[in-house]
């Protein structure tokens, strides 16, 4: 499979944006749900914010209001645009791709190596 390649991490300040992306190629197309997941230090990985082929999207509850996940097939490439940051959203953030069964995601199982972000009080 292709790799998905994220970049656009960085220290903020909190209240702060920043917008991340991913080079997708290989999964920008109607076969594929996308996705953007964050790690904190001794923390699980969390699913932060998905997209269907279909256009439907998805958001945890704590980033809802904050985080835009949009794609643009053309380039192709996944973005995160997250605005009113706060050190909560410190952490690595991973790149991901799952396959479309109808109206719904399989499980995520292609992955980047991820891009720290990093928010200071």
């Known amino acids: 499979q292709v790799p998905l390649v994220e970049s656009g991490g960085g220290s903020v300040q909190s209240g702060g944006s920043l917008r991340l992306s991913c080079v997708a190629s290989?999964?920008?197309?109607?076969?594929?749900?996308m996705g953007w997941f964050r790690q904190a230090p001794g923390k699980e990985r969390e699913e932060v914010a998905t997209?269907?082929?279909?256009?439907?999207?998805t958001y945890a509850n704590s980033v809802k209001g904050r985080f835009t996940i949009s794609q643009d097939n053309a380039k192709p490439t996944l973005y995160l645009q997250m605005n009113s940051l706060s050190p909560d959203d410190t952490g690595m953030y991973f790149c991901?791709?799952?396959?479309?069964?109808?109206?719904?995601?399989?499980?995520?199982?292609?992955w980047g190596q991820g891009t720290q972000v990093t928010v200071s009080s």
């Open positions: 991901a791709a799952a396959a479309s069964v109808g109206s719904r995601c399989a499980t995520f199982q292609y």
């Open positions: 997209i269907h082929p279909y256009g439907r999207t």
């Open positions: 290989g999964y920008t197309n109607s076969r594929y749900c």
